[in-house]
């Protein structure tokens, strides 16, 4: 007898994967296309185990939003979710509830990571650093300019 296993089925490969972290459907598609060139069985595969509550888009936008809502902004997130491959209805209900707390999160972002700006050379530094972390300009700018003693 030799210690090689057997190999995994499609689903079993999709649940090794589901254990490790929620996955859209898109991403397991990715993933599994390289173990087999049958594209039916694999969308068969993806079939049950969506109709089993194994591939869960809301549960993708929760995970996406829980890890990363507190150090994204708007923008960022929602490019994440469209790499995932989850519907645009999605992204736009998971965003949209995401806007009202967008300033806080960039300002609570903004007061882990610096101090008030000393010149226009740090102030640009700080401006990029939350641009690329997908806040939109007109927050960036909010935060940049608020101070501990106004609310904004």
């Known amino acids: ?6 190999a995994l089925s499609l689903k079993g490969r ?7 972290r929620e996955h ?11 173990y087999t060139e049958d594209a039916d069985e694999l969308g068969r595969a993806l079939d049950d185990l969506q109709a089993k509550g194994f ?5 993708v936008v929760e995970s996406v939003l829980h890890q990363r809502a507190a ?5 960022r997130l929602r490019q994440e979710l469209q790499r995932k491959g989850v519907a645009p209805v ?7 509830g995401l806007a009202d707390s967008e300033f806080e999160r960039a300002l609570a972002l903004w007061q882990r990571r610096f101090e008030p700006a000393a010149d226009a050379r740090e102030h ?4 990029r650093f939350l641009l690329a972390r997908g806040f939109s300009s007109a927050v960036v700018t909010r935060v940049l300019r608020h101070r501990p003693d106004n609310a904004g």
Do not use: C, D, F, N
């Open 55 to 59: 591939i869960s888009e809301a549960r």
């Open 1 to 6: 007898m030799s210690g090689a296993r057997p």
């Open 14 to 20: 999709a649940l090794r994967y589901l254990s490790q």
């Open 124 to 127: 640009a530094r700080q401006s």
């Open 90 to 96: 999605a992204i736009a209900e998971a965003v949209a």
């Open 71 to 75: 150090q994204y902004g708007t923008l």
């Open 24 to 34: 859209s459907r898109h991403e397991l598609e990715r993933k599994l296309a390289r």
